[in-house]
């Protein structure tokens, strides 16, 4: 091999060599460089577990308190608005200026059990509230923001971000419709409307047998996690008693008025329910008897529904409360004029209802008390009185005009409501199976 050729050989191959160079010094370099990260993070991490180090961020931090802090208060019975602002460490000036913000407002006058109360405060120099919201109800909060001058708050009603939906529950009753009921996940306040609506034809203690049915479909309002906040009206409802289908639909018909009608397009709503307490026992009915406590043998006026204390008594027709008081032997007992013709009477309460006085008027299915044993009683229960025309009379025996019947035009709007009612009822059934 000459000479040229030979240099042109090294020529060729240099390339090469100098790519494995290269490859080779990438490596290397690579390697020095993770291990010495290695070292330093190594080396970082046995800093920060310095005991000492460790000593001195806590105590710097223990010392660092948040300029804003938020509290939140949930009412509890004969809470009022001085109250809690009287244990919030703030000036005189701002617990006024709070009391003065929230008496300009009619539907946060009165605090309810369990309502809840927002407050931020800014603690920086003299703490004041920055802002507080209080909850109206289920869906609902009032917020207030302190305004620039910071002279007064504004106010704003917040929706709460819920979802309706809605919602088919069906049971067995084995001892009471209430107790289902709610073992099945239905909310009081549903369970006392269902009754409300078959007070009228369905005495719950006589006419519901062990192992009658119900069906009802109504309206949840849940949050963002799923929960139900607060539930809505009733669609449609069925109490199967003794083999026989109470069917009721919700309608609106003239003028925006709701009612709930039966499959023929007949309300169900009388002048007076049959009983005004749901899931209680006919303890004594109307008719001569000996009184447990008295001893001599009298007239009975009335019915008796033994039940357990706090159990809601409801309202049986609307009307104007003429007595919410004390009535000697009668306990704390309630007495509300219906009409020209009815009246009734509730005795034996443990307590009233929230705004139960006389001059008020109520709503067919209101809650106006709760069951007790005060006055001459044995035990818990109510006294239940129908005065006709100032004669007392059996309530159980009581014949009361029939309801709305709807006809022409409105009746055939109910056919197509009622249709869709079924067709919605399908669509639930086939999801739950």
Known sequence: MNKKNYKQLIREYSYFVWLIFLVVATILSTYFYDINKKNQIEYLYKSLNNIYLKNSLKKITSELK???????????????????????????????????????????????????????????????????SIEIDKKKNLFFKR??????????????????????????????LYNTALKIGIKPNTIIEFARLYGFQVDFQRDVWKNDTFQIIYEEFKNEEGKVIETGNIIYANLNVQNTDLKLYRFNFENKKIDYFDENGKSMKKTLMKTPINGARLSSSFGKRKHPILGFTRLHAGTDFAAPKGTPIMASGDGIVTRAKWCGGGGNCVKIKHNSSYQTVYAHMSKFGRGIKKGVRVKQGQIIGYVGSTGLSTGPHLHYEVIENGRKVNSQKLKLPSGKVLKGNIRKKFEVNKIKIDVLKSELIAKLN
Request: hydrophobic share 35%; aromatic share 8%; charged share 35%.
């Open 66 to 132: 948040p300029r804003y802090i938020s509290r939140e208060h949930v009412v509890s019975e004969g809470d009022t608005y001085e109250s809690i602002i009287d244990s919030f460490k703030i000036s005189n000036n701002e617990k006024k200026l709070f009391l003065k913000t929230v008496s300009k407002k009619k539907n946060i006058k009165v605090l309810r059990p369990n309502q809840k109360l927002f407050f931020k405060i800014d603690k920086l120099n003299a703490p004041k509230i920055i802002n507080f």
């Open 147 to 176: 305004s620039i001058n910071e002279e007064k708050f504004v106010s704003k009603i917040i929706e709460k971000n819920l979802k309706k939906i809605i919602t088919l529950k069906e049971g067995v009753i084995k001892n009471s």
